[in-house]
């Protein structure tokens, strides 16, 4: 079993940045991906990255030059940087994590961009 515990979500101005983490903890060895998802009231939930064992990093377009996903293996954390914020990128942000075909899940953090 894997756990994720997510932190670092808040309001933010349009514009703004906000760092967000995910530690894992449990069986953490040998997981092959990391990565963010977010869903915003009423959508359905949305792939934002994915960082490999191999630190090889995808973006969803509609984020691409403005979030990035560094991982600290040494700490079993996973980040995500935000930059430049849209209204429209208020959603709850889920962390997941993916070890032997098994997929996990974090309860999530909010984010909330306004003015």
């Known amino acids: 079993q894997v756990q994720l515990v997510e932190s670092g979500g808040g309001l933010v101005q349009p514009g703004g940045s906000l760092r967000l983490s995910c530690a894992a903890s449990?069986?953490?060895?040998?997981?092959?991906?990391m990565g963010w998802y977010r869903q915003a009231p009423g959508k359905q939930r949305e792939w934002v990255a994915t960082?490999?064992?191999?630190?090889?990093?995808n973006y969803a377009d509609s984020v691409k030059g403005r979030f990035t996903i560094p991982r600290d293996s040494a700490k079993n954390t996973l980040y995500l940087q935000m930059n430049n914020l849209k209204p429209e990128e208020t959603a709850v942000y889920f962390c997941t994590a993916r070890r032997f075909g098994n997929t996990y899940w974090g309860q999530g953090t909010q984010v909330t961009v306004s003015s």
């Open positions: 960082i490999d064992s191999d630190s090889n990093a």
């Open positions: 449990g069986r953490t060895f040998m997981i092959n991906f």
